[in-house]
């Protein structure tokens, strides 16, 4: 997941500098929210932070 | 009316040099990875991915012009960034709680720091105070701009200056995307902090 946020990355900068394109603002959200959900993963929130989920 | 005295030019001009300082700091981060041999743990990764989105967000501002929208982009990443990298910190800043049992304990030893320090501070506090200096600095720009100057015709000197910016920038998060492809695969990322590239374990089939 963490090679697609990436990429998704990857994709934004390149049609950012080829075609100026003002849609570029979708990949880098999706690449944070792909971000968001392997943080959520990551956390082992019951041993770290005391909260059972 | 001017409603600030920041130019869109000087705007561009500032975003252009935020974009190529956090493109210092992914390539610094580079430097310590490769000379140290410490691959990147998942939440350092994550910490790169919203530093990339600040860099687009800004690259967005210096190649279509100044915009709230684009501002917006670096807020958000900026955001997850610091969330991120404070968890980080928060980790490693209490060495009386072993991960391990989730309970505190007397050993001072159980969480070491994560990777090598940069004058004195390690990646993560770094990483902390980067973006909240982000944050702060989009939000004294949204007082002083001036986003009813927008220039007919922008400087050629500047476009030129922004394309090779950019450029830059797209192959610096494109190498990335690779050393990421080659560490994670398509999977979970290592945490051990050694010399684990998943391409090397894929093709030695252990």
């Known amino acids: 997941m963490m ?7 990857t994709v934004s900068c390149v049609f950012l500098w080829w075609h100026k394109a003002q849609w570029v603002w979708l990949p880098v959200m999706a ?10 993963n990551d956390v082992d929130f019951s041993t770290n932070l005391g909260i059972q989920l | 009316m001017r409603e600030g005295f920041l130019s869109p030019e000087l705007e561009r001009v500032l975003n252009l040099l935020g974009m190529l300082g956090i493109v210092g700091v992914i390539l610094g981060s580079y430097v310590y990875q490769f000379s140290y041999r410490e691959l990147p743990c998942t939440l350092c990764l994550l910490q790169r991915v919203a530093m990339i989105g600040v860099a ?15 501002y917006g982009v670096c807020l958000v990443s900026s955001v997850f960034g610091i969330a991120i990298a404070f968890r980080q910190s928060l980790l490693h800043m209490n ?14 030893t159980s969480n070491p720091p994560f990777g090598q320090e940069v004058f004195g501070l390690n ?12 944050f702060l600095a989009i939000g004294l720009v949204q007082l002083i701009r001036d986003p009813s100057s927008w220039p007919a015709r922008e ?8 394309s090779l910016g950019v450029g830059l920038l797209a192959i610096v998060i494109a190498s990335q995307a690779v050393l990421v492809f080659m560490e994670c695969g398509f ?16 093709s030695t089939g252990s």
């Open chain 2, 187 to 202: 999977g979970d990322c290592p945490n051990d902090g050694g010399w684990n590239w998943w391409i090397f374990r894929s």
């Open chain 1, 3 to 9: 090679t697609t946020a990436m990429l998704l990355l």
């Open chain 2, 56 to 70: 687009v967000g800004a690259a967005m501002n210096v190649m279509i012009g100044p915009d709230t929208r684009h």
């Open chain 2, 95 to 108: 060495p009386f709680f072993d991960k391990k049992t989730g309970q505190p304990t007397l050993e001072a």
């Open chain 2, 155 to 162: 400087p050629a000197w500047l476009s030129r200056l922004a």
């Open chain 1, 31 to 40: 690449a944070l929210v792909l971000g968001l959900i392997i943080f959520v």
């Open chain 2, 123 to 134: 990646l993560y506090i770094w990483s902390v105070i980067i973006f909240t200096v982000v």
